[in-house]
């Protein structure tokens, strides 16, 4: 009777897919019944007394029909109630009506005792299930007793009623007996594929972590190598401290990048006020970028960096996004400095409907196709893997004594869509 759902689940909804079960076939027994005598009334055979058989139902019909839209133990409660003066009136008018029936062993006599007894046993566990389907039965073998005793009649009790009840017993006493067994596989199966959930958020954040350590690490050496010889820049020390203390906080954290605080995702450099790229104007989100910020440390370090095209499009970028383009970036100009031997570089951006793209260029030694091997982790993890993370892509034209270009494409919503698009 397994639905494969997790244990936690499987309870409530095959508490529930029984409880439908048994409404539905006890609103089945009352419409039987209601047939059989709307049939012998149309015919003419009980005449008035047939249709008083049949008004006698309906009040027990209607809250039939609000229990099958859906269970309250008020109205649970409230059906057995009406349900067993119903029984009793109709049985006495069916007995009335039929000089012929000497006791109460008749099928159409068990159909409203059935339907009390289906119904009442929808509760939401094995117990009170069966506490609801025997009170529902005694309350309809009660009522049964009293119309027979009041039409004079012999009280025989009818197989089908009984059978009934001891077969929505036995349905509701095996789901309770089977429900641990069915639980342990299915809980060890909801525990595996949670386990391995965890694995893959993990290694994600491993991957992620050690980006930011490598790009971050390797930029604050080589902005060391680059001063001269006594003590660091205020500057540079307040920015190697900033960065330390982020990277001790993600490491601590071992989070994803979307799940950091706000104040936490721009560990890899200072903000740097406005630069060579003019004042603080129309270009909104461009000056609190992770783009930005990468540009102004490569400048710290003595990279000439020439920024051209629209700088507004990175505002189209959701957060993470912009974070990997800004860390991305970082670590080519980077590269730029360590292995390129030039001085300058160029960061172009550009949009073109649901995607940006932004191009790092410089003109030096570059090197040999195939050159981005299991060594280079730079380009290899702090780009490619960081881009790929949030659905872009990198594309890489480099060869020796020309210099190298970086084309990374990320998706992003329409124009029309983007909110923060300027």
Same mark, same amino acid.
């Given at each position: 009777m397994s639905l494969g759902l997790?244990?936690h689940?499987?309870?409530s909804? /095959?508490?529930?897919?029984?409880?439908?079960a048994a409404r539905?076939?006890?609103?089945v027994?009352?419409g039987a019944?209601v047939? /059989?005598?709307?049939v012998?009334a149309?015919?003419g055979g009980?005449?008035?007394?047939?249709?008083?058989?049949?008004?006698?139902?309906?009040?027990m019909?209607a809250?039939?029909?609000?229990l099958?839209?859906?269970?309250t133990?008020?109205?649970t409660?409230?059906?057995?109630l009406?349900g067993?003066?119903?029984?009793?009136f109709?049985t006495v008018?069916?007995?009335?009506? /039929?000089? *012929?029936?000497?006791d109460?062993?008749l099928?159409?006599?068990?159909?409203?005792?059935?339907?009390?007894t289906?119904v009442?046993?929808?509760?939401?566990?094995?117990?009170?299930?069966?506490?609801?389907a025997?009170l529902?039965? %005694?309350l309809?073998e009660? &009522?049964v007793?009293?119309?027979?005793?009041? *039409?004079?009649?012999?009280?025989?009790?009818?197989a089908a *009623?009984?059978? %009934?009840?001891?077969?929505?017993?036995?349905v509701?006493?095996?789901d309770?007996?089977?429900?641990?067994?069915?639980?342990r596989?299915?809980?060890?199966?909801?525990?595996?594929v949670?386990?391995?959930r965890?694995v !893959?958020?993990?290694?994600?954040a491993?991957? !992620?972590l050690?980006a930011?350590?490598?790009?971050?690490?390797?930029?604050?050496?080589?902005?060391?190598?680059?001063?001269?010889?006594?003590?660091?820049p205020?500057?540079?020390?307040?920015r190697?401290?900033t960065?330390?203390?982020?990277?001790?906080?993600l490491a601590?954290?071992e989070?994803?990048?979307?799940?950091?605080?706000p104040?936490?995702?721009?560990?890899s450099?200072?903000t740097?006020p406005a630069?060579?790229?003019g004042?603080h104007?129309?270009?909104?989100p461009?000056?609190d970028?992770?783009l930005?910020?990468?540009?102004e440390?490569?400048?710290d370090e003595g990279?000439?960096?020439d920024? *051209?095209?629209d700088?507004r499009?990175?505002?189209r970028? !959701?957060?993470?996004?912009?974070?990997a383009?800004g860390l991305?970036?970082r670590q080519c100009?980077? /590269?730029?400095?360590?292995?390129s031997g030039?001085?300058?570089?160029?960061?172009?951006?550009? &949009?073109?409907?649901d995607?940006v793209?932004?191009?790092?260029v !410089?003109a030096g030694?570059?090197?040999?196709s195939?050159?981005?091997?299991?060594?280079?982790?730079?380009?290899?993890?702090s780009?490619d893997?960081?881009?790929?993370r949030?659905g872009?892509s990198?594309?890489?034209?480099?060869?020796?004594d020309?210099g190298t270009?970086?084309?990374?494409i990320v998706?992003?919503?329409?124009?029309?869509?983007?909110?923060g698009a300027?």
């Amino acid at each position: 009777m397994s639905l494969g759902l997790p244990s936690h689940l499987s309870r409530s909804a /095959n508490a529930r897919a029984i409880a439908t079960a048994a409404r539905w076939a006890g609103l089945v027994c009352l419409g039987a019944a209601v047939f /059989n005598i709307a049939v012998a009334a149309l015919r003419g055979g009980g005449g008035a007394s047939s249709w008083i058989t049949l008004l006698t139902l309906v009040p027990m019909v209607a809250l039939l029909a609000l229990l099958a839209r859906g269970r309250t133990t008020g109205l649970t409660v409230a059906y057995l109630l009406v349900g067993a003066v119903c029984t009793y009136f109709y049985t006495v008018a069916l007995l009335a009506a /039929n000089p *012929s029936y000497r006791d109460t062993q008749l099928f159409v006599v068990a159909l409203p005792v059935v339907a009390m007894t289906l119904v009442g046993g929808t509760g939401a566990g094995t117990l009170a299930g069966i506490l609801w389907a025997t009170l529902g039965f %005694a309350l309809a073998e009660a &009522a049964v007793v009293l119309a027979a005793q009041t *039409s004079g009649r012999t009280f025989v009790p009818e197989a089908a *009623s009984l059978g %009934a009840y001891l077969l929505l017993v036995g349905v509701l006493a095996y789901d309770g007996l089977t429900r641990g067994v069915r639980a342990r596989p299915q809980s060890a199966l909801h525990r595996a594929v949670r386990d391995a959930r965890l694995v !893959d958020l993990r290694r994600e954040a491993i991957a !992620d972590l050690a980006a930011d350590t490598h790009d971050t690490v390797l930029s604050d050496l080589l902005a060391v190598a680059a001063t001269q010889e006594g003590p660091l820049p205020d500057r540079l020390r307040q920015r190697i401290d900033t960065d330390l203390h982020g990277l001790g906080a993600l490491a601590a954290a071992e989070v994803l990048p979307e799940e950091r605080a706000p104040g936490a995702e721009s560990t890899s450099g200072p903000t740097s006020p406005a630069g060579a790229d003019g004042p603080h104007t129309a270009d909104g989100p461009w000056y609190d970028s992770e783009l930005h910020r990468a540009i102004e440390a490569a400048r710290d370090e003595g990279l000439a960096v020439d920024v *051209s095209g629209d700088r507004r499009v990175i505002g189209r970028l !959701d957060a993470a996004a912009q974070r990997a383009v800004g860390l991305a970036v970082r670590q080519c100009l980077v /590269n730029v400095l360590r292995h390129s031997g030039s001085a300058t570089a160029e960061v172009a951006l550009s &949009a073109d409907g649901d995607a940006v793209s932004v191009m790092v260029v !410089d003109a030096g030694r570059g090197f040999p196709s195939g050159g981005t091997g299991a060594d280079r982790l730079g380009l290899r993890q702090s780009v490619d893997d960081r881009i790929a993370r949030v659905g872009g892509s990198v594309t890489i034209y480099s060869s020796e004594d020309v210099g190298t270009t970086v084309i990374m494409i990320v998706p992003c919503p329409p124009p029309e869509r983007a909110g923060g698009a300027a």
